[in-house]
């Protein structure tokens, strides 16, 4: 058995982040520790599941997988996008996924989640477009956009851009209209927060 004074998960910070968001970095391949790609942006786990069984993902890209947190869906784990990722050789050592969602102890590869604030309730992740450049840094503990379009931005153009998408942004249809996941949805915090209910 190997030791590291790191320990085996990490808190990343950043403006993708401001909450925090967690990643197993003792299973996340060493060239995966710090990476820089252009976001394909999913609202529900199952159009990332359909974009990687169909082989709609180039290498490289990082997939944020948004509205599965406490309040949008009762944060359940991604686990059959992160398995589809860490089973591929090509993807698990080149590819990132990026969720407000859940990850269990057994998740494998370069899936950072528990993202917060969550999407739902207004988090940066929400605004994230397709082609933002996202950076996932675990040494320095950082999750951040650091550009837009395919190119990198000083933080103040990125923090102007998040703003005025901000500014138009509108919280999705309510994903469950009754039953116990609609109620949570009221009451949840987010899972910086313990997903508890407030």
């Known amino acids: 058995m190997s030791w590291s004074a790191d320990g085996g998960v990490a808190v990343l910070y950043g403006n993708l982040a401001p909450g925090g968001a967690m990643i197993k970095a003792f299973s996340v ?25 169909g082989r709609k993902v180039t290498p490289g890209d990082v997939l944020v997988i948004r509205y599965e947190g406490p309040r949008a869906n009762g944060m359940p784990e991604m686990y059959y ?5 860490s089973a591929d050789a090509v993807l698990n050592t080149t590819t990132a996924i990026v969720t407000d969602g859940r990850y269990s102890g057994a998740m494998r590869g370069p899936c950072v989640g ?11 992740i929400g605004l994230v477009e397709e082609g933002d450049l996202i950076e996932i840094n675990i040494p320095e503990r950082r999750l951040a956009i650091v550009g837009t379009g395919g190119e990198s931005q000083p933080p103040e153009t990125i923090d102007a851009k998040l703003a005025q998408r901000r500014r138009i942004w509108k919280p999705p249809r309510r994903r469950h209209d009754t039953g116990i996941l609609s109620l949570y949805e009221r009451v949840a915090r987010d899972a910086a927060e313990g997903a508890s209910i407030t």
């Open 29 to 53: 391949p060493p060239e995966m520790h710090v990476h820089t790609g252009p976001a394909r942006v999913f609202d529900f786990e199952d159009e990332a599941v359909h974009a990687l069984v």
């Open 81 to 85: 996008a992160a398995a589809i990722l």
């Open 114 to 124: 528990h993202v917060a604030p969550e999407a739902l309730s207004g988090g940066p």
